[in-house]
């Protein structure tokens, strides 16, 4: 069983910057970031191999956002710039113990609780 626990959400203008935080009880094969928006599914955002030698990353967020890991302090971050009234979202922490699909919501078996990301206009 793994504990994911997310932080740093808040309010921020359009081109201001966040930094996600997400602390695992353990280290994991792969960690990941996913967000949902009001009405919307839950999409893909970034993920990382245990390693950090790999990075996965939704299109259209390629360049704005960077995820990167910790495992000394079993941590996993999202750096978010540039950030835009679309990017407002409940964003989940995801992690699994096997080989998968990076992309795909149903791959990863552990969730944190979420962390509200708001950005205005």
């Known amino acids: 069983q793994v504990q994911l626990v997310e932080s740093g959400g808040g309010l921020v203008q359009a081109g201001g910057s966040l930094r996600l935080s997400c602390a695992a009880s353990?280290?994991?094969?792969?960690m990941g970031w996913f967000r949902q928006a009001p009405g919307k599914e839950r999409e893909f955002v970034a993920a990382?191999?245990?390693?950090?030698?790999?990075?996965y990353y939704a299109d259209s967020l390629k360049g704005r956002f960077t995820i990167s890991r910790d495992n000394a302090k079993n941590t996993v971050y999202l750096q978010m710039n540039s950030l835009k009234p679309k990017d407002t979202a409940v964003y989940y922490c995801?992690?699994?113990?096997?080989?998968?699909?990076?992309?795909?919501?149903?791959?990863?078996?552990?969730w944190g609780q979420g962390t509200q990301v708001t950005v205005s206009s």
């Open positions: 995801a992690a699994r113990d096997y080989f998968g699909s990076w992309y795909r919501s149903q791959e990863y078996n552990y």
């Open positions: 353990r280290v994991t094969y792969a």
């Open positions: 990382i191999s245990r390693s950090a030698t790999s990075t």
